[in-house]
């Protein structure tokens, strides 16, 4: 018996440093999960503030709704919300033009910069502009074009203004810094009574929505 003691007690001492070991390990690894998990938890922390402050100053640029500005179109005659084109002569050119313009608003928080508009229908692009570069929250301007025929984008200008066909724009704007970037569509009806139809905003997911 004497002799099992002695070996238990030899079998003990060899073991404990290896079971230190493993226990120093063990600890290391749960300190490491401990400081991995605080450092993602930083970082979320970090991402939500950031957000939140971006939401403060990020613009989103909109159409303008039919009666939202009733008050301006008694005073002037026309509402705000109309969309406008037509076939129109030049005092420089015996050639037509045709011109187009939609109006839009910033319903963000920050200062809209605008980039480049763009008119489309069926696959042809027309380039255009808008009134104001710099749009201030709350602010509203239009976006268009003049185009005379046989000059570049005349065809979907043309389509757009005499034709009659139904058409989309692309608003490409900023928030003042610069950085950020989105993309408005808008979808209009023409006719008689040309109105946005619907309008979606690319590339962030906020879905599609109802152009009232």
């Known amino acids: 018996m004497e002799r099992v003691g002695q070996l238990l007690h030899e079998v003990q001492a060899l073991a404990a440093p290896e079971w230190a ?3 120093s390990a063990v600890a290391a690894a749960v300190a490491a999960i401990a ?6 938890h930083l970082r979320a922390q970090t991402r939500a503030a950031q957000d939140a402050l971006e939401a403060q100053t990020r613009p989103f640029i909109a159409n303008v709704p039919k009666g939202l500005y009733r008050e301006r179109a ?4 026309r509402d705000p919300a109309d969309v406008s084109l ?12 045709f011109g187009a313009s939609v109006p839009i608003r910033n319903v963000g928080n920050g200062a809209a910069l605008i980039e480049s ?3 489309e229908v069926g696959g042809d692009v027309v380039e255009a502009s808008a009134e104001t570069l710099v749009l201030p929250p709350g602010e509203l301007t239009r976006v268009g074009f003049m185009v ?12 757009i203004a005499a034709v009659l ?17 989105d993309e408005t569509r808008l979808e209009v009806r023409n006719g008689q009574y040309p109105h946005v139809k619907a309008r979606s905003l690319l590339p962030s997911a906020l879905g599609r929505a109802s152009g009232d």
């Open 117 to 119: 508009v763009e008119f």
């Open 21 to 23: 070991q493993t226990v």
């Open 74 to 77: 008694e005073a002037s005659g």
């Open 165 to 181: 066909e139904d058409f989309a724009v692309t608003i490409a704007f900023s928030d003042a810094a610069g950085h950020h970037r």
């Open 148 to 159: 005379e025929d046989g000059d570049e984008g005349a065809r979907a200008a043309e389509a």
């Open 86 to 97: 037509g076939t129109y002569s030049t005092p420089r050119s015996d050639r037509p033009a």
């Open 35 to 40: 400081a991995l998990v605080t450092v993602r």
